[in-house]
């Protein structure tokens, strides 16, 4: 069974910076997609953020550079930098993981962006 915990959200400022991490366990296949979204009230599920285990990127429009997404394979996590934040990042980021054609998520971190 695949598990993963997410870390890193909070409050920052508008321009600044923030990192979020999700480490997987139980994670047996080398074959792995990690990618991130993010949910706001109102609003469908976005996906933000993706990496393959080629580490082919694909980045939402929406983000226009600010965001990267990075992988360990060693250590088996993922991490989002955000920089240059604005208050509509705000939101419940979700990391999750496709391997074996099944899809697990993370528990969500709040990330509010707000002077």
């Known amino acids: 069974q695949v598990q993963l915990v997410e870390s890193g959200g909070g409050l920052v400022q508008p321009g600044g910076s923030l990192s979020l991490s999700c480490a997987a366990s139980?994670?047996?296949?080398?074959?792995?997609?990690w990618s991130w979204d993010r949910e706001t009230p109102g609003k469908e599920r976005e996906l933000v953020a993706s990496?393959?285990?080629?580490?082919?990127?694909f980045y939402a429009d929406s983000l226009e550079g600010r965001f990267t997404i990075s992988r360990d394979n060693v250590k088996k996590t993922t991490t989002l930098q955000m920089n240059s934040v604005r208050p509509e990042d705000t939101a419940v980021y979700y990391c999750?993981?496709?391997?074996?054609?099944?899809?697990?998520w993370g528990q969500g971190t709040q990330v509010t962006v707000s002077s």
């Open positions: 999750s993981v496709v391997t074996g054609g099944l899809t697990y």
């Open positions: 139980g994670l047996t296949n080398p074959l792995y997609v």
């Open positions: 990496i393959s285990s080629s580490g082919s990127r």
